[in-house]
């Protein structure tokens, strides 16, 4: 069926329908995104699951479940940071050891989310802005990271921690000042 809109314009139901459906799609998002509360409204999952057999799906999460998912992958962007930026299987273990030690110390194992130092150091492994900022300079200088990231994000603490540490700049971190991290 074709009709005319009040400004003489020619259209079609289908696409009169497709309008529709378009922006009530867009209605639907904008409300989603409206409402979004951290406390309160889940994340998008982005982890595929096939629990039923029938293909893949997605699920929403809350971020009580996306911290537990966070903490669960310590290990792993522990092994990954390492191996990017250590030297030799030897330093691999020591890195290794001496990360694990400091995550526990500083956030135990990345359940505790205060900033210490009078709300100076924040993030899984305590980071002063000013010190993560120098790090994350330096290594986009290098080019090992293209990305300046934040202090708060696990990954990003982890990887410029283990770069630091591989540089030498061990004892930035009290844990290793005070030899609670061999």
């Known amino acids: 069926m074709i009709t005319r809109d009040k400004q003489g314009r020619y259209f079609s139901l289908r696409r009169l329908i497709h309008f529709i459906l378009l922006t009530l799609l867009a209605i639907g998002l904008a409300l989603a995104f409206y409402q979004w509360d951290m406390n309160r409204q889940p994340l998008f999952n982005p982890l595929i699951e096939d629990n039923t057999g029938k293909g893949t799906t997605f699920r929403f999460i809350t971020p009580v479940e996306a911290k537990e998912l966070t903490i669960k ?44 130092d009078s709300g100076k150091a924040c993030g899984i492994l305590q980071f002063h802005a000013p010190t993560y900022e120098f790090y994350r300079k330096e290594m986009m200088t290098k080019g090992l990271v293209d990305t300046f990231g934040g202090r708060d994000s696990e990954w990003n603490s982890i990887e410029t921690t283990v770069y630091a540490i591989t540089q030498g700049h061990s004892k930035e971190w009290g844990p290793i000042k005070r030899g609670e991290c061999k």
């Not at 940071?81 to 194992?109: F, G, H, N, W």
């Open 73 to 116: 992958w310590i290990p792993n962007m522990l092994e990954s940071a390492v191996d990017t930026y250590s030297k030799s299987p030897e330093q691999k273990i020591d890195l290794l050891r001496v990360m694990y030690c400091l995550i526990e110390k500083e956030s135990d194992s990345g359940k505790n989310e205060n900033c210490g």
